[in-house]
């Protein structure tokens, strides 16, 4: 008996392995989320836990030395990962399209989602105080399973019908835009530092 895995779906997990930079990212996402009035404002009308700079500011590596360098580090990890997926780009290398801050309060999270028009999307984590939720991503066959019983407890990893990746400061995770995830809700103390911190992003052909 012969039984293959097949369609695989890629998950990358990296390290920014430069604490230097790391230290000096959280300064500049915690001066965004004091003086962004645009963010603040939107992330009060949208029952966003805390503040993120999607919606206020777009242009970040140009505003910022601190995220032009994080920029740069991000292309290497992205163009790791295209090569692991096996992505045909035609010579070319995927362009960073989107960079925003996220400061999570304690119990903030981010409903399952996607990010279309993008290619690859992910994560770079900043501050993970202890209690800090984790990155929830889903089985894009899920829609399809129809009559399929759950998965057993025992479940290899590639079998698991939602999959629960931890991150600490430093880590870069990177996923193809169509895998839908979620932040789970936190509940680090205020004792911890409370808030955590990461910067999104997406990449586009």
């Given at each position: 008996?012969?039984v293959?895995s097949?369609?695989?779906?890629?998950f990358?997990?990296?390290?920014?392995?430069?604490?230097?930079?790391l230290e000096?990212l959280e300064?500049?996402?915690?001066?965004?989320?004091e003086?962004?009035q645009?963010?603040?404002?939107?992330?009060?009308e949208?029952?966003y836990r805390?503040?993120?700079?999607?919606a206020?500011l777009?242009?970040?590596?140009?505003r910022?030395?601190?995220?032009?360098d994080?920029?740069k580090?991000?292309?290497?990890?992205v163009?790791?990962?295209?090569?692991?997926c096996?992505?045909?780009l035609?010579?070319?290398r995927?362009?960073?399209?989107?960079l925003?801050?996220n400061?999570?309060?304690?119990g903030?999270?981010?409903?399952?989602?996607?990010?279309p028009?993008?290619?690859v999307?992910?994560?770079?984590?900043?501050?993970?105080?202890?209690?800090?939720?984790a990155l929830?991503?889903?089985?894009?066959?899920?829609?399809m399973?129809m009559a399929?019983?759950?998965?057993?407890d025992?479940?290899?990893?590639?079998?698991?019908t939602?999959?629960y990746?931890?991150?600490?400061?430093?880590?870069v995770?990177?996923?193809e835009?169509?895998?839908r995830?979620?932040?789970?809700?936190?509940?680090?103390s205020?004792?911890?530092g409370g808030?955590?911190?990461?910067?999104?992003?997406?990449?586009?052909?």
């Open positions: 008996m012969t293959r097949l369609f695989a779906t890629r990358y997990e990296g390290d920014l392995a430069s604490p230097d930079l000096d300064q500049s996402c915690r001066a965004l989320a003086d962004d645009a963010g603040r404002r939107w992330s009060r949208h029952g805390g503040y993120t700079s999607y206020s777009n242009d970040l590596p140009l910022d030395p601190n995220f032009a994080l920029a580090a991000l292309n290497r990890h163009a790791a990962f295209t090569d692991e096996a992505l045909d035609g010579g070319k995927l362009k960073l399209d989107s925003w801050v400061v999570l309060k304690s903030g999270g981010h409903s399952g989602h996607i990010h028009h993008s290619v999307s992910g994560t770079v984590y900043v501050t993970v105080p202890p209690g800090s939720g929830k991503l889903e089985d894009p066959r899920l829609p399973m399929a019983p759950t998965r057993r025992d479940a290899p990893e590639d079998l698991r939602f999959v990746a931890e991150p600490k400061p430093g880590t995770f990177l996923w835009s169509w895998l995830h979620e932040v789970v809700p936190g509940n680090a205020k004792g911890s808030k955590r911190i990461s910067i999104s992003f997406n990449y586009r052909l």
